[in-house]
């Protein structure tokens, strides 16, 4: 079941530059989407979230960006700071409100 | 700010034997789930439950699973006859009743089954 892929198991970045993070999903039912954050030993942490009617959403330095037609999101992280390596999960869901997972993406913070 | 808690952090038990996995919710959340990652695996769904019942269920959760919310806060997981296969990480979460409130997760509990 690949209904959520994040197909780049990590992402290396330069502190101080931007991280993209990308998200591609095949339910067009899913009309919620989840960013979180997972430090080792730690539960998944809530970072930011796009209902399906928006096609951007930003809290600080964190960006979110749906793209329906394509079926894609993306996580953009500027500038990017060392306490931000981590691995970043994608989620979606639809109505019933269970979340459907990504495999994570690995980002490392370069100083 | 408030927080879900899980406890045990770890728990160890024999192939066979029942294990219950214990979560605080954020207390005023009234939806709360269950989810499970096998090492090396995606997170998966397991249950929703929401008003005393259960409000859906994957494939995963059979008959061998059972939640509770024995009181105001506790919400447990229970599993009766724990397999080898059942080793992984449990995850709770809980989320707010307002629409595309996100769920909010416990640092989970690390099953290992013997």
């Known amino acids: 079941d690949q209904q959520v892929k994040q197909n780049s198991p990590s992402l290396s970045v330069q502190e101080g530059r931007i991280s993209i993070l990308n998200c591609d999903y095949t339910n067009s039912m899913f009309d919620y989407f989840l960013w979180y954050k997972k430090y080792p030993a730690e539960g998944p942490t809530f970072l930011i979230s796009?209902?399906?009617i928006k096609d951007k959403n930003e809290d600080g330095r964190f960006t979110v960006f749906l793209n329906k037609s394509a079926k894609h999101l993306s996580l953009h992280i500027v500038p990017s700071q060392p306490g931000d390596s981590a691995v970043y999960f994608c989620a979606a869901s639809d109505s019933n409100y269970q979340l459907i997972w990504g495999a994570g993406t690995k980002l490392i913070i370069k100083p | 700010e408030p927080e879900v808690t899980q406890t045990p952090s770890h728990q160890v038990t024999q192939m066979g034997q029942e294990v219950i996995l214990r979560c605080v919710p954020i207390?005023?959340?009234?939806?709360f789930y269950w989810y499970r990652q096998i090492l090396g695996q995606k997170v998966e769904f397991l249950v929703s439950f929401y008003n005393n019942e259960i409000s859906e269920k994957s494939e995963i959760f059979d008959d061998q699973f059972s939640v509770e919310r024995p009181d105001g806060s506790n919400f447990t997981l229970k599993i009766r006859s724990t397999k080898l296969e059942d080793s992984a990480m449990y995850f709770c979460?809980?989320?707010?009743?307002?629409?595309?409130?996100?769920?909010?997760f416990g640092d989970g509990t690390r099953l290992s089954i013997l």
């Open positions: 207390s005023n959340h009234l939806y």
């Open positions: 979460a809980s989320r707010g009743t307002a629409i595309n409130q996100p769920q909010h």
């Open positions: 796009i209902s399906s």
